[in-house]
């Protein structure tokens, strides 16, 4: 089975390829491409679904391939909270479009206060790695807010497996129901 993914950003490649070897148990060639989000970097509330389906429609202009998968982080605004969230566009080489989002995390006050006062999340986590001497290349963004209690790989694990679910053939699967 090969499925293009639109990053190549290994720790999305590696959620992909887990998911779906467990999903479909069979042998998984995942190929990575850069392809574009058409949002901001740190989208906000529909930006990040529409970043992965922008992702996994461009991966579908490239070549042939059995699924197209687009994934984005980014955050959302409920019930006056910020949180960040993952969301995971799927379609297959048939068309059929699968989509799933993760819980959200709540924002830490510090970058929320921030960003109420106008600055942009990237550059507030900047300022904040810079601050704390982290590296300056570590886009895990719930390791950073956890002080690494729990990963973003969470998130997008439980993105793209709430997509892959509908896909799963079952007589109790209510998706494959008519």
């Known amino acids: ?23 479909y148990s069979t042998a998984v060639q995942v190929v990575g491409y850069n392809a574009k989000s058409g949002v901001p970097e740190a989208p906000h509330d529909k930006e990040t679904y529409d970043g992965a389906r922008n992702r996994a429609e461009e991966c579908q202009k490239i070549g042939q391939a059995d699924f197209y998968v687009g994934i984005e982080s ?31 995390l709540l924002l830490p006050p510090v970058v929320v206060d921030r960003m109420k006062k106008g600055e942009k999340h990237n550059d507030i986590m900047f300022s904040i790695d810079t601050q704390l001497n982290l590296p300056d290349d570590n886009r895990d963004t719930w ?13 997008l694990e439980e993105a793209l497996r709430n997509a892959l679910i509908q896909s799963v053939g079952s007589e109790n699967n209510l998706y494959s129901h008519k």
């Open 1 to 23: 089975m090969k499925i293009i993914v639109g990053t190549n950003n290994q720790k999305k490649l590696d959620v992909v390829q887990s998911a779906f070897t467990n999903t």
């Open 74 to 104: 980014g955050l959302v605004e409920r019930y006056g909270n910020y949180f960040e969230e993952a969301w995971a566009v799927v379609i297959s080489k048939d068309g059929i479009v699968q989509i799933g989002y993760s819980s959200g």
């Open 143 to 155: 390791s950073r807010y956890t002080g690494g209690g729990i990963s973003r790989q969470v998130s």
